[in-house]
């Protein structure tokens, strides 16, 4: 029983567009949700965070927006560079973190 | 500002042996968890530390033990290896969050991650 689900195993986006990354919950008692980026050979690097009494947050480039109602969390990324292609997992919880299985986002130059 | 440093990054080992990955947190960090990431997998939570006692646990079998030491390091051990332990070890470090907003989680900052094969 997946409680997180990331739909999209992976994404190609070119540079300078938008990248949405895409998440599904179905737990409503999940209070906090966090983007990571990993790359090969490293561990997940946080990126940006939400708690559910917002629905948007917003850093540089990455913005993630949460639908409480649809449960349902994306983060934008704008504009995409070739750094960032990763592999981004959406997590969700409070002590502990469920993660998705991640969507792979391959910026295209 | 060192970051969450484990070891060994990569390891094999054979059906039946034992194992024990370290990891250091990240300065200032007094919460240890520890997730396992099986192939085209999410990280999944093994179990947190905290003040040298496991204050949570997920859905792994007693093999699957930890430790932590009064400098805020942590082991974990897993006996009786089979082949489908092997998986990338990822440790995470955090603040405990003893008090503040509700809905707000301590972010937990990752290591690299241990390679385990078993075969």
């Known amino acids: 029983d997946q409680q997180v689900k990331q739909n999209s195993p992976s994404l190609s986006v070119q540079e300078g567009r938008i990248s949405i990354l895409n998440c599904d919950y179905t737990n409503s008692m999940f209070d906090y949700f966090l983007w990571y980026k990993k790359y090969p050979a490293e561990g997940p690097t946080f990126l940006i965070s939400?708690?559910?009494?917002?629905d948007k947050n917003e850093d540089g480039r990455f913005t993630v927006f949460l639908n409480k109602s649809a449960k349902h969390l994306s983060l934008h990324i704008v504009p995409s560079q070739p750094g960032d292609s990763a592999v981004y997992f959406c997590a969700a919880g409070n002590t502990p973190l469920v993660f998705g299985k991640g969507t792979r986002l391959s910026v295209i130059a | 500002d060192a970051g969450v440093t484990q070891s060994p990054t990569h390891l094999i080992k054979t059906r039946g042996q034992q194992v024990t990955l370290r990891c250091s947190p990240k300065?200032?960090?007094?919460?240890v968890s520890w997730y396992q990431q099986a192939l085209g997998q999410g990280p999944q939570f093994i179990f947190q530390y905290y003040e040298e006692e496991e204050r949570q646990r997920g859905n792994f079998p007693d093999r699957f033990s930890g430790h932590q030491f009064p400098n805020y390091s942590s082991e974990l051990n897993v006996n009786a290896l089979l082949l489908g332990d092997s998986a990338l070890y990822l440790c995470?470090?955090?603040?405990?969050?003893?008090?503040?907003?509700?809905?707000?989680?301590?972010?937990?900052?990752f290591g690299p991650g241990t390679r385990l094969l078993v075969l």
């Open positions: 939400i708690s559910s009494i917002k």
């Open positions: 995470a470090s955090s603040l405990a969050r003893l008090a503040g907003p509700p809905g707000m989680l301590e972010t937990q900052y």
């Open positions: 300065s200032g960090h007094d919460t």
